[in-house]
Every structure is written in C-alpha cells, then in structure tokens.
C-alpha cells in the first residue's frame, strides 16, 4: 500500500521561508516513479509546482522558478520542496504526488498541507 505523508505547511509573512516534506511508503524511488510536488489554491485547478523528471532532472512551474527548490533523500524515501521568497499568491494546499510508470501509469496523492502566507 503506497503512502504519501506531508508535512511542514503552516503561515508564512511573505518573503519567508518553509519547507515541505513527503515521505513515502510502499515505493522505492526509481526510475519509474516521478515524484513532485501540486498545489491547489481555493477556486483553482490543482497545478504542477515541481516535479522529477524521469531524466532526475527537475521542472519547475514558472511562478516559482528561482524561489523553489525540489530535493530528495533515497535512503528515507523522502521529497522536500524548499519555498523560498514566499508571496501571498503561493497560499494553497500543497499535494505530495507520485507516479509509478509501468503498463499503466498508477497516481498517489498525499492528503494535502496547507501553506499560507500573508502580506
């Protein structure tokens, strides 16, 4: 059974600073498995923040490039997203994801932790 806990969300002034963990079980990290991170601000469509390609290298949504840094821990199965200069239109609720490739691709979501920064 795959599990994805987040944790590190909370409230923010802007121009702080928070950083986001997932820890995963029921998958090695691979190179079949995309891990990333989504967020999903009220009355929005969850939207792609960050994410491993399946290269390792690493996509980042335009609005946070330069502010956002994805890293991972392989031996604790762990993805962190360091956010940095926060800005008030950061505030959403940030999902944990991962994809496991093979004949059919399988998607887990993290239950979701809110990040909110204020001006």
């Known amino acids: 059974q795959v599990q994805l806990v987040e944790s590190g969300g909370g409230l923010v002034q802007a121009g702080g600073s928070l950083r986001l963990s997932c820890a995963a079980s029921g998958i090695i990290f691979s190179s079949n498995v995309i891990m990333g991170w989504y967020r999903q601000a009220p009355g929005k469509q969850r939207e792609l923040v960050a994410v491993?390609?399946?290269?390792?290298?690493?996509n980042y949504a335009d609005s946070v490039k330069g502010r956002f840094i994805l890293s991972r821990d392989n031996a604790l199965n762990t993805v962190y997203l360091q956010m940095n200069s926060l800005k008030p239109e950061d505030t959403a609720v940030y999902y944990c994801?991962?994809?496991?490739?093979?004949?059919?691709?399988?998607?887990?979501w993290g239950q979701g932790t809110q990040v909110t920064v204020s001006s």
């Open positions: 491993f390609t399946g290269r390792g290298l690493t």
């Open positions: 994801n991962a994809d496991v490739l093979g004949t059919t691709t399988r998607r887990y």
